[in-house]
């Protein structure tokens, strides 16, 4: 029921080869991502979020600059709860890279138990995700 937030594999980043300069989880002068705190007694089972950061599914999260002096703004698209941030991308940035979808993830969002049904069910599979890649590349061509 928590979800793991990553780069998809088309992303540009992942894509064209560029080297990743900054991330920064500093989304305004006043809401930092970094400052999320999440409290409770089970909090290593993320049962209880008190003090965690709410998001919509627009609610940056992060901005990459990369070193051709692109920015790109990491989004949400999850209705829920912040639990945590990947600090180790901000000393290490390639992770995000060469790890997308293991050490590299950006964020862990926790969605209201009575959203998370409705949520699942409007994910792509993967099979899917590759046909939307698929029209996306024959239609740009």
Known sequence: RICVIT??????????????KNINYQISANCSRLQNKVSGKSKRVW???????????LA????ISSSDGEEYTIYSCIRGRLIEVNENILSNPALLQEKPSTEGYIAVVLPKFEESKSITQGLLTQKEYEE??????SSAS
């Open 47 to 57: 049962l209880f979020t008190l003090g965690a950061q709410f998001l919509t599914e």
């Open 7 to 20: 780069l998809a594999e088309a992303h540009p980043l992942l894509q064209s080869g560029k080297t990743i």
């Open 60 to 63: 940056p999260l992060c901005r």
């Open 132 to 137: 939307v890649l698929l029209k996306r590349r």
